[in-house]
């Protein structure tokens, strides 16, 4: 499975941005996919998930602020990001994990969002 993740950028803080992961390759076996994030200094952290039957789940710090959703016609996953803060500046990873791998997830390259005060 390859993973391109795209959309970062600077915005202001309480502004919005859009993320895309475009996923190629064995799609099929794909379980679930996610968004993880990470600032300097701190460990990579799980934003968001997304199973292929549409369940979901945040991290609390982005409930209310970051909706996931995933395009299975276009193999494509987003993440909108609205009100965004300061705290969210990081590299932005999407990730997939796979039926009978799950404990092996793929990357997609990262995406900076750096949000200015």
């Known amino acids: 499975v390859q993973l391109q993740a795209s959309g970062g950028g600077l915005v202001q803080a309480g502004g919005s941005l859009r993320l895309s992961c475009a996923a190629s390759g064995s799609i099929s076996r794909i379980i679930v996919m996610g968004w993880y994030r990470q600032a300097p200094g701190k460990q990579r952290e799980l934003v968001a998930g997304?199973?292929?039957?549409?369940?979901?789940n945040y991290a609390d710090s982005v409930k209310g602020r970051f909706t996931i959703s995933r395009d299975n016609a276009e193999n494509t996953m987003y993440l909108q990001m609205n009100s965004l803060k300061p705290e969210d500046t990081a590299v932005y990873y999407c990730s997939a994990r796979l039926d009978g791998a799950y404990l092996y997830p793929y990357w997609g390259q990262g995406t900076q969002v750096t949000v200015s005060s």
């Open positions: 997304i199973t292929t039957g549409g369940g979901t």
